[in-house]
DNA sequence: CTTCATTTGTTCGTATGTATC
DNA sequence: CGATACATACGAACAAATGAA
């Protein structure tokens, strides 16, 4: 029992956070990219020199953070490195503290505010002269949905997610995706469908293509403030109603 | 056979994806707090009917997420939430394509800018009349550590930690800290311990919090500029030669 | 449509290292 | 130092999903 007691003793330490490293490097060595197939479990077994169980847990580390893919029956697959860890993370975090959870929201959608603001110069500079086909579409249904009170989420992530597209900084886009998806899960428990809030956003994401379109940073400016207004006030109100009877307790 | 089979039966379709957030729920209705212990592995695997195996991926699951964070031989413990998830996939998505890492990390780099600019009027509200007793030291340190060449990451980092933490947004400084580990975990391949960078580098922080201080807007403005200035001369020349270089090959 | 091989999902039993008392 | 409780790791076995023959 010497070898492998030795070599078990040495890995032992490092083991549980090496097997990870190691796919991790063997999709850096072999070059692969997204959707590409990698070793099977039983393969990575024998490559790496540990059980299945290691490489299982390796690997559902490495699909957490969608670094990889698992897809049951067929095998696993290089991930597409998504933000979607972060909006877990904050999403749980959002709801964690029922007594905080405003809070929480309320930091998310300032940041949103404010990477849509600093974003401001890329998105005019994006779409004043080029006339994007979906985007009135989704502002034209978003005002039709307000008209009948009702909600456009569905059009609401389309419309922020087309308007940053064609940006430079994939980055950014995929940021503001990531806090738009955290803001509308943590969201549900505050019924926020007054008819006079949604028309003002509706309009609000009109204004927003408008000047960006015209190439007009003030207006975009405005616009992107009026958009998040009545989110913001709501917050407002309802912490205020929640430290109140929070204090009751 | 009824119910347990009947329940089994139910559990084996959603199981592989539920016990993470059966275990987030029971962390929800426990009221349970960043360090509160949660229970052992064979306690959860009495209360949520699944093997051990199963509970210990899950639990990997929430601790890549730092929903929890496990303590060889004491227990498991409910974990801070922070934005590492976010980094792990970041700086791995950076290193990925190494004739694309420079575009990833010049992403990183713009988007930690535009955070830094776009919070302007938070740190300078934060700081205006209000002495920190931390960062000077921290910029005396690094203008002696410019003055001799050296470099100084480890100011540099509690230097921005400590500028974003009196802010009324947590989220927003763990963000910018978020991107700075990314930047610093990606940027060592290239050497820009270029002395006159490292002057303006250390000087620019020195200009940042005067400007905060003195409740001077766009003298923060200009400074957060300045600060960014050396390393994004460096990416873009970097990025030309890459791009010579693979056009060469 | 069925059969079959491949691959991942789940469980159990066992052994070992490690922290706490 | 010993005892206990716990996390870590391994291997074998069977279940479920997928895709191809």
Redesign the pocket.
């Known amino acids: 029992?010497n070898g492998p007691?030795a070599l078990?003793?040495n890995?032992?330490?490092?083991?549980?956070s090496t097997?990870a490293e190691q796919i991790k490097r063997l999709i850096l060595l072999r070059g692969l990219h997204p959707g590409d197939p990698?070793?099977?479990?039983?393969?990575l077994?024998e490559e790496l020199?540990?059980?299945?169980?290691?490489v299982?847990?390796a690997?559902?580390t490495l699909a957490t953070l969608d670094i990889v893919e698992?897809?049951?029956?067929?095998?696993?697959v290089v991930g597409q490195m998504s933000l979607a860890p972060l909006v877990e993370t904050l999403v749980f975090r959002g709801v964690l503290s029922p007594g905080d959870d405003l809070a929480a929201l309320r930091e998310v959608v300032d940041l949103r505010r404010s990477l849509d603001l600093a974003l401001t110069d890329d998105v005019v500079k994006a779409h004043s002269g080029h006339e994007d086909e979906e985007i009135p579409r989704l502002v034209a249904a978003m005002q039709a949905s307000a008209e009948n009170g009702k909600a456009f989420l569905y059009e609401d992530r389309q419309f922020h997610t087309r308007l940053l597209a064609p940006l430079t900084n994939q980055l950014a886009g995929q940021l503001v995706a990531a806090f738009w998806d955290i803001h509308t899960a943590v969201l549900p428990r505050l019924d926020l469908a007054l008819p006079a809030d949604l028309r003002q956003t509706a309009k609000a994401h009109s204004d927003m293509y408008a000047a960006a379109r015209s190439g007009n940073h003030e207006a975009y400016r405005k616009a992107v403030i009026d958009h998040y207004e009545p989110l913001l006030r709501m917050l407002n109100s309802r912490s205020d109603a929640t430290r109140s009877q929070a204090s009751r307790d």
Do not use: Y
């Not at 890995?11 to 549980?16: A, E, F, I, P, V």
């Not at 020199?49 to 290691?54: A, N, Q, W």
């Not at 698992?70 to 696993?76: D, I, K, N, S």
């Open positions: 029992m007691a078990a003793s890995k032992s330490r490092m083991l549980r097997t990698i070793p099977t479990e039983t393969e077994c020199g540990v059980s299945r169980s290691s299982r847990e690997i559902r698992v897809r049951h029956g067929t095998g696993t």
